[in-house]
């Protein structure tokens, strides 16, 4: 899993609550990405980052924020999570113009 | 607007066959077609990727086709077996820049009984 690791891989959250999600990976690449995965959707780019302190918004960033302030780690925050952010989240790494890889996913359920 | 369009949504096989998901995408500066394999409770994994320099491309029993004209990339899954029994993506990206994203299919469930 290209030493990708993210936590919680569970986690069970109220409306209106802030929320973190943390990805850590061990590869040195430059490139770290936030899906999520919902039924009938497929993966849907949240965030991106190229470089330390260089993040931008994919297709569904409404109501998420990232940082990454280490190579190694790469943070989704839900700043008031709603029940249209239940979801499985995947962090991927990757270097330029090179395969992604994927960790295992942290499914969110907000109540 | 989807730029990557994925078919079919889910796939039924019996073993042996020959599975055939298909994928068209709109942004002619796409240069990069990967197809991710996901098994239930894992991220998705690089199964096999293709460049528009080239046709085809077979790694062991998956191949991916690829019409550049037409704007379309596909999977065939050669003598399948349950354990190719996964959810399938395709996806897209075009290189150069700092710009490096993915942008994925909806995927296909696929199938394979006994």
């Known amino acids: 899993d290209a030493g990708i690791t993210q936590s919680p891989r569970h986690k069970v959250t109220e409306t209106g609550t802030p929320v973190t999600l943390r990805c850590h990976q061990t590869?040195?690449?430059?490139?770290m990405y936030w899906y999520r995965q919902d039924p009938g959707h497929g993966l849907r780019l949240i965030h991106y980052?190229?470089?330390?302190?260089?993040?931008d918004k994919g297709e569904v960033s409404d109501g998420y924020s990232v940082s990454r302030s280490k190579t190694e780690d790469f943070l989704l925050t839900l700043e008031s999570a709603t029940s249209s952010q239940t979801s499985v989240y995947f962090c991927?790494?990757?270097?330029?113009?090179?395969?992604?890889?994927f960790g295992n996913g942290t499914r969110l359920t907000v109540t | 607007q989807q730029q990557v369009k994925q078919s079919p949504q889910s796939l039924i096989v019996q073993k042996g066959g020959i599975p055939i998901i298909n994928c068209a995408y709109e942004?002619?500066?796409?240069?990069?077609f990967p197809w991710y394999q996901q098994f239930p409770g894992k991220g998705p994994a690089l199964l096999i990727a293709?460049?528009?320099?080239?046709s085809e491309k077979k790694e062991g029993r998956f191949t991916i086709s690829f019409n550049k004209s037409a704007k379309q990339f596909s999977l065939h899954i050669m003598d399948s077996q349950p354990g190719d029994s996964a959810t399938y993506f395709c996806?897209?990206?075009?290189?150069?820049?700092?710009?490096?994203?993915?942008?994925f299919g909806k995927g296909t469930l696929l199938t394979v009984n006994p």
């Open positions: 991927a790494t990757g270097q330029l113009n090179s395969p992604l890889h």
């Open positions: 293709i460049r528009p320099d080239v």
């Open positions: 590869e040195n690449h430059r490139y």
């Open positions: 996806a897209a990206s075009r290189s150069g820049g700092s710009n490096y994203k993915l942008t």
């Open positions: 980052s190229y470089g330390v302190k260089d993040t």
């Open positions: 942004n002619t500066a796409f240069d990069y």
